[in-house]
């Protein structure tokens, strides 16, 4: 597999899954990290920003 199709199968759900079972094997991990949460994840990413959130160097509170 090229690198072009590596990279490619990294951000391209569709292409990655019209690739053989064989071909997805042979695929380095991904390395922004993973590709979906769970549902579980997510919930944990929502309860978490219940107080308020800061990104870079901005800060937002939660007011409800």
């Not at 391209?12 to 071909?23: A, K, V, Y």
């Not at 769970?38 to 509170?61: K, N, R, W």
């Amino acid at each position: 597999m090229s690198l072009d199709q590596i990279i490619r199968a990294w951000k391209d759900e569709e292409f990655r899954n019209s690739l053989t079972t064989e071909q997805r094997s042979l695929l380095p991990a991904n390395p922004a990290g993973l590709l979906e949460l769970t549902d579980e994840a997510l919930d944990g990413l929502v309860a978490g920003m219940a107080g308020g959130s800061c990104v870079a160097a901005s800060c937002f509170t939660n007011t409800n």
